[in-house]
């Protein structure tokens, strides 16, 4: 059986990002990342989406447990992809005018999250 692919970002999604990007450092995984992927993978082919460096990342998957779930790690937006998972992300709904506005006030959900000063 053929599953549909979802590319899921890392940042922000997977682990407790605030904002502070630091090449050299993940942040931790997210509460209930682990259960969600491990979720997901049983209906669909995941891959991780990230601009971080790939190895590094790997490296991030496999601390967490988290490698046996994901067919690779890339930073290349597939375009078969059915889903994309994005802390970053604006769904176009058809009207230009909403989208304009969502894009005015968006602001990733960590932003309004209590630790962020």
Not at 2 to 16: A, E, F, R, S, T
Not at 19 to 32: F, L, V
Not at 96 to 102: A, C, G, M, P
Request: proline letters at 2%.
């Amino acid at each position: 059986m053929h599953k549909k692919l979802i590319q899921i970002d890392l940042d922000g999604v997977l682990n407790n990002y605030d904002g502070h990007y630091e090449a050299d450092k993940i942040a931790s995984i997210k509460d209930g990342a682990f259960e969600f992927v491990q979720k997901l993978s049983n209906d669909f082919t995941l891959e991780l989406f990230t601009v971080r460096d790939k190895q590094f990342c790997e490296m991030w998957l496999e601390k967490n447990n988290l490698s046996q779930f994901f067919e690779k790690v890339t930073n290349i937006k597939n375009p078969y992809a059915s889903v994309f998972i994005d802390d970053r992300a604006i769904n176009f709904d058809g009207n230009f005018n909403d989208i304009y506005e969502k894009i005015i006030n968006f602001k990733p959900y960590w932003k309004n999250c209590s630790f962020i000063q």
